[in-house]
């Protein structure tokens, strides 16, 4: 990337969606090797296959309650604890992220993690329209449209002077139009369009629409049928538009 600014190198740890298609892991990246965006329960298989070592992050940004977007947390703290992380951890999530975490560690592994901590778990509470610095990642909360039973964010953040949209799960609504304005690399999951509480390929569509002329585009959160969707090969074939794998590597 030309000029002083910093690029944006996303891992793409995971790809696929809640029902395993095609094999893929959950869906999740991490950006500039410390900010990690959900945390399915296939975070730590991916980490290593990516030779990424799990201390290296320093916030995970959740965006929302379901599985394949944050019971990964349990094994991402338990390895922290026996390897005998020091650094802090922050958790950044939907209201409630401190409970339901703090409650899914006391579920999974009880006891472990209560004892003698040697690194503290911090917890960052998002409502619409937040916005705070954490860990030098600027960072904006959005509410989206995606199930009625829980709360669910998109994220714009900002880092050296680039910013980067992750739409988490959700349908085309307003919550995630308003953060595409002048991103320069915008993430979108890219679910059954048949299932009304995903964007799908016409959602992605309408946001590459709507985004700057230059913003680079990666589909996510993956059916296993992105290869043969008429749509999605023909926004390809233009440069701004990716489709994400399993441990891809994107620097923009
Ligand atoms: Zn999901
Ligand atoms: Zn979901």
Redesign the pocket.
């Known amino acids: 990337m030309p000029g002083r600014h910093q690029s944006l190198d996303l891992l793409f740890l995971g790809s696929g969606n809640?029902f395993g298609a095609g094999g893929k892991a959950f869906s999740s990246f991490l950006l500039n090797g410390r900010y990690l965006f959900d945390c399915g329960p296939t975070v730590l298989q991916q980490l290593r296959k990516a030779g990424v070592p799990p201390s290296d992050i320093e916030v995970v940004l959740v965006s929302?309650f379901?599985a394949?977007?944050f019971f990964g947390l349990p094994f991402l703290f338990l390895d922290a604890r026996y390897k005998g992380r020091t650094k802090d951890i922050c958790v950044v999530g939907p209201p409630g992220i401190q409970e339901r975490t703090e409650t899914l560690l006391r579920i999974g592994y009880p006891g472990v993690l209560e004892t003698e901590p040697t690194f503290k778990r911090r917890y960052i509470e998002v409502a619409d329209g937040f916005q705070a610095n954490v860990a030098g990642l600027s960072v904006l909360a959005s509410v989206v449209d995606?199930?009625a039973e829980m709360e669910?964010f998109a994220f714009r953040v900002e880092l050296g002077g680039r910013s980067l949209v992750y739409s988490g799960?959700t349908t085309l609504c307003d919550g995630l139009l308003r953060l595409v304005k002048d991103a320069d690399v915008i993430v979108l999951e890219c679910s059954r369009e048949d299932i009304p509480v995903h964007l799908g390929a016409a959602g992605v569509e309408e946001v590459a629409r709507r985004a700057s002329p230059g913003a680079q585009l990666v589909v996510t959160h993956l059916d296993g049928n992105e290869h043969s969707h008429p749509l999605i090969l023909s926004l390809s074939k233009d440069a701004g538009l990716h489709v994400a794998e399993d441990l891809a590597r994107f620097s923009f």
């Open positions: 809640a929302h379901h394949d977007h995606h199930v669910c799960d």
